[in-house]
Nanobody
Framework: VQLQAFGGGLVQPGGSLRLSCAAS????????IGWFRQAPGKEREGISCLSSGSRGRFYADSVKGRFTISRDTATNTFYLQMNSLEPEDSAVYYCARGLVYCTLQAESYTNWGQGTEVTVSS
């Protein structure tokens, strides 16, 4: 099982980025997937997740209405579309694989990507 996150970078406040997580070694549709982030000096925060199949998705209040999680079963890749970015969104973002139902709790996830850094600054 491997997860590789990419797509981070420097963006101005109000801008957008799309993070990608390429998954290999398992069928993406069969597992819950999630995005987490960790800013310097802060704990890792669960920001969005998507359950296996069509069982539902969740967002942290801090990103609700701005971020969208999605999954492409054809390419075994999942995404985090981030709009209206704010300086407070600056962090290293991680993708992760869970079990069936998604949660925003990191301990529910068994496999992690290496992280991609997002910096929101003018």
């Amino acid at each position: 099982v491997q997860l590789q996150a990419f797509g981070g970078g420097l963006v101005q406040p109000g801008g957008s980025l799309r993070l990608s997580c390429a998954a290999s070694g398992f069928v993406l549709e069969a597992y819950a997937i999630g995005w987490f982030r960790q800013a310097p000096g802060k704990e890792r925060e669960g920001i969005s997740c998507l359950s296996s199949g069509s069982r539902g998705r969740f967002y942290a209040d801090s990103v609700k209405g701005r971020f969208t999680i999605s999954r492409d079963t054809a390419t075994n890749t999942f995404y985090l579309q981030m709009n209206s970015l704010e300086p407070e969104d600056s962090a290293v973002y991680y993708c992760a694989r869970g079990l069936v139902y998604c949660t925003l709790q990191a301990e529910s996830y068994t496999n992690w990507g290496q992280g991609t850094e997002v910096t929101v600054s003018s």
